[in-house]
């Protein structure tokens, strides 16, 4: 299910080109009754280059039921347009 940011400028706010977000936490939680496999956390999308992950301790994880694992994401726009973000879970 696809996760959103909240408020009129998501989890980032209103950034200027160039500069760039404090890393904001993305937390993937297994709320199923089965092992969750997670090969690669990836970013994609038509304005991905304007993201940077770091501290992902997802990739290559299998998180049991209830577990869970992070992802640091930045927000550095190259271009001035609005943009959302959103992760699927």
Not at 35 to 44: F, G, K, S, Y
């Amino acid at each position: 299910m696809p996760r959103t940011g909240s408020g009129e400028h998501g989890p980032f706010g209103s950034r200027q080109v160039g500069n760039p977000s404090t890393a904001k936490k993305v937390t993937v939680t297994n709320h199923g009754t089965a092992d969750l496999v997670i090969n690669e956390a990836a970013l994609v999308g038509t304005d991905r280059a304007d993201f940077t992950a770091a501290n992902d301790t997802c990739s290559g994880q299998t998180l049991a039921p209830a577990d869970s694992c992070s992802i640091d994401l930045r927000f550095a726009p190259t271009h001035r347009r609005a943009q959302r973000f959103a992760a699927d879970q």
